[in-house]
């Protein structure tokens, strides 16, 4: 009989932590997810949940006390514009999340983990790379000179340094990505923390049609959005690659904030004028560069954007009307 592979998933009650979840117990893997929280939308499909801070060691000890054939270590103090760009986070954001990296580092060295996963991001590219929305530059190898545009994108650029150096002088198995605004379904969708496809989706759905939402800025800010499923496939593609990265992890589809206001307004039979007004924005226009994880891996991400928000949409929908919002 062929033992049974083991994976632990840090910040297993968040959105991206809960959906590996369920993709590792598809394949049989047992899991144990660790967070300050269950989720919130679902019951965990781990086999053991520990409920504990990972910034304190001994939750981090606890966590590894075995050999984790794959540790994915998603977990971070995060959210979306509203949350990390005002500047009045910015604290928090590097202290919790560098003393969840630190920690978790050194507990799986210390446990002899088979391979761990890093969940870095797309803040980590230099604000000066992305002024133009119709040409933004994100190459892997533009990250330096480093200039992210927030303190939460200066956070994970240091992890991204700190699992590199373990790779070298430990000989552990590091794989890092840099994902690029995942979305879809039993995401945050309110609160503060939701990002622009949750929050427009909410928005829209409590909307009248003929109504009218507000946009921060002028609505012509360009992003791309990656569906959660394809972010789960590209992440266990790399952590099971003999390639390290740092990759994108990201959709090629890019697209204004004011489009991505039009795409869901068609998926939800609504017509809504939009209403632009001053808010924290981050940079001017991003998006996935895919040469790279085409190259390393063989594949990419190649779901359509509306395809994704169809799924997250009605989700969102049936949310805020179980809210009684509409």
């Known amino acids: 009989m062929i033992d049974q592979k083991s994976a632990l998933v840090c910040g ?32 965990t499909e781990a086999d053991d949940f520990v409920v504990g801070d990972l910034r304190h ?31 009045e986070n910015d604290a928090a954001i590097m202290h919790n999340s560098a003393m969840i990296n630190l920690n978790m580092l050194e507990s799986s060295r210390a446990a002899k983990v088979k391979r761990i996963f890093y969940s870095s991001s797309a803040c980590i590219y230099p ?27 200066w956070e994970k650029l240091f992890s991204e340094r700190l699992y590199m150096a373990y790779a070298r002088n430990y000989g552990m198995k590091v794989h890092i990505s840099r994902y690029h605004n995942i979305f879809g379904e039993e995401g945050v969708w309110t609160g503060g923390r939701e990002k622009s496809p949750a929050a427009l989706c909410r928005k829209i759905a409590e909307a009248e049609d003929g109504g009218e939402i507000e946009i921060w800025g002028d609505g012509k800010q360009t992003r791309s959005f990656l569906y959660v499923d394809e972010c ?15 990759v994108n992890i990201g959709s090629e589809e890019m697209v204004t904030i004011n489009q991505l206001a039009e795409m869901i307004m068609t ?6 004028s939009l209403k632009h007004i001053p808010g924290p924005l981050g940079v001017r226009g991003r998006n996935s560069d895919n040469k790279m994880i085409r190259e390393r891996l063989g594949w990419a991400p190649s779901q359509p954007l509306e395809t994704g928000l169809r799924v997250t949409y009605k989700w969102i929908e049936e949310q805020v009307r179980n809210a009684g919002k509409i």
């Open 127 to 153: 604000e000066y790379n992305q002024m133009d929305p119709d040409n933004p530059n994100c190459s892997e190898d533009s990250a330096y000179p480093a200039a992210p545009d927030s303190d939460y994108g």
């Open 267 to 272: 998926i939800a039979g609504k017509k809504v």
């Open 57 to 87: 060691p001994d939750i981090c000890n606890k966590s590894t006390d075995r050999a984790f054939d794959e540790v994915y270590q998603f977990a971070a103090d995060m959210g979306g514009a509203g949350f990390v760009f005002t500047g």
């Open 232 to 246: 789960v496939e590209g992440t266990v593609r790399l952590i099971r690659s003999d390639f390290m990265g740092p």
């Open 12 to 43: 297993a009650g968040g959105f991206i932590g809960a959906h590996m979840v369920k993709r590792l117990k598809r394949e049989g893997f047992w899991v144990r997810g660790v967070d300050l929280k269950y989720p919130d939308f679902n019951k």
